[in-house]
């Protein structure tokens, strides 16, 4: 058995039995912060914290590894409820062509963006994409990322999703950190089916659907609902087929132009909206009116320069924020959740503790992990993050570029 006693933390966060399992609104200004606190795991699980004045007296010292955490703060770690982590290769080529002029959509429509990604991963075996993916996830790991949802999507035929999705399976099943997949086949309309698009999403439902049922391969389902891409109806209609085989709603919505796609998403039952650069005035009190999370990416804003989430307007109408990476090889070349608190703080005004529980409790929801994930609480085994020396939490989004993860508890 390993047992291990962080003493001295200047600050022990997100850490009670008592918290709530989303913040929402105002609320979400609320960060529990143990000052001066302790520690206690015994093979990772939480056996007791509290303050350092009730530090306890330790039965035997020499199988302790004591952890000095002298002006260091602990956390649950962040949590990463969008992604697309499993893909063939970079695309920086459509990088600099957007430097050179040409807009995101321009690229898409020229069948580059993630056609160029279906393209290439068509060439790749199940074991070369799960090479690939576990060296990105380690690095996921290192950064702080404890628990991670991943969407197939770059498949676009029978075959390549649900190659996609054993990958994510095979990474689920035997990595250390929590996994869940989202059957995201209606990301964009493969060539084949160019002028078919219904003729796609019954394949689909048809051909596609029933497998992932059968072998388990996915949690949730996406589509990107979008102009130039998957409409409300066709949205509805691949929510109500996934809604058959148990798949509930995680969508991309309101990238680029509001369709009405949240209202709708929100009425099939889906746990969480994402994306949402583009909002309006009934998305925001759909979204305060329900317990579906509205999930902002700022990695993609900052990116692609579109705008941020109306974060602070969503928490003023007492919606549930979270914060993802959205990391992909396209919009989002970054899986660091730590920039993305500070792109949350510095370019949508979160406050630290909004944009940490954002990350956290509430990321924790958006992948259904809320009872295990997100806090720190007795019983729990969930992943851990101890920072370096840093003078305050506000640090953490402040100091962008700096490194302050001295180490992961998994
Ligand atoms: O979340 N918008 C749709 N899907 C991804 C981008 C995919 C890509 O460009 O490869 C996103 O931004
Ligand atoms: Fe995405």
């Known amino acids: 058995m390993r047992k291990q006693f962080i003493k001295n933390i200047k600050g022990l966060v997100q850490a009670g039995e008592e918290l709530p399992t989303v913040r929402r609104g105002k609320q ?23 303050p350092m004045s009730e530090f306890p007296a330790i039965i035997d010292w020499r199988e302790v590894e004591v952890i000095d955490a002298s002006n260091c703060y602990v956390l649950p770690a962040f949590i990463d409820s969008h992604t697309h982590t499993v893909f063939a290769t970079s695309r920086e080529e459509e990088f ?27 060439n790749m075996s199940e074991d070369e994409l799960y090479t690939a993916a576990i060296a990105r996830i ?17 498949g676009l035929s ?22 869940k997949g ?20 019954h394949m ?32 509805n209609m691949m929510l109500e087929a996934g809604a058959k085989h148990g798949l509930k709603g995680k969508v991309h919505v309101n990238q680029f132009s509001v369709l009405g796609g949240v209202p709708a998403a929100i009425s099939k039952g889906a746990i969480s909206v994402d994306h949402l650069e583009e909002i309006d005035a009934i998305d925001i009190d ?40 959205d990391f992909n090889p396209g919009s989002a070349p970054s899986y660091d959740l730590m920039h993305i608190l500070s792109l949350a703080c510095i370019k949508m005004k979160m406050t630290p503790q909004a944009a940490i529980n954002a990350l956290t409790i509430n990321a924790a929801a958006a ?4 009872d295990t994930h997100g806090k720190i609480a007795l019983g729990r085994k969930s992943p851990i993050l101890l920072t370096k020396e840093i003078p305050s939490l506000a640090y953490l989004a402040y100091a962008y570029t700096e490194n302050h993860i001295q180490r992961v508890f998994i």
Do not use: W
């Open 28 to 50: 979400m200004q609320t960060l529990p912060v143990l000052e001066n606190a302790y520690l206690a795991l015994e093979d990772n699980e939480v056996i007791a914290y509290g």
């Open 96 to 122: 600099v062509d957007r430097i050179n002029g040409l807009s995101y959509e321009e690229i898409a429509s020229r069948g580059g963006g993630i056609l160029n990604s279906a393209a290439k991963l068509q």
């Open 138 to 154: 380690e690095k996921m790991i290192a950064a702080g990322t404890g628990a991670i949802e991943i969407k197939s999507g770059y």
């Open 158 to 179: 029978a075959e390549g999703e649900i190659k996609m999705l054993r990958v994510i399976k095979k990474l689920k099943e035997t990595l250390p950190i929590a996994i």
């Open 182 to 201: 989202t059957f995201l086949g209606a990301h964009a309309l493969p060539l084949e089916y160019k002028n078919n698009p219904e003729g796609y999403l």
């Open 204 to 235: 689909l439902i048809e051909d596609v659907l029933p497998q992932i049922s059968k072998e388990n391969l996915a949690q949730y389902i996406d589509v990107f609902c979008e102009r130039g891409y998957f409409s409300v109806e066709q949205m």
């Open 286 to 325: 759909t979204l305060a009116k329900s317990t579906c999370i509205a999930t902002l990416l700022p990695g993609c804003s900052h990116f692609l320069s579109i705008p941020y989430g109306a974060a602070n307007e969503l928490m003023d109408a007492d919606a549930i924020v979270a914060l993802a990476s």
């Open 367 to 370: 992948m259904e992990l809320q």
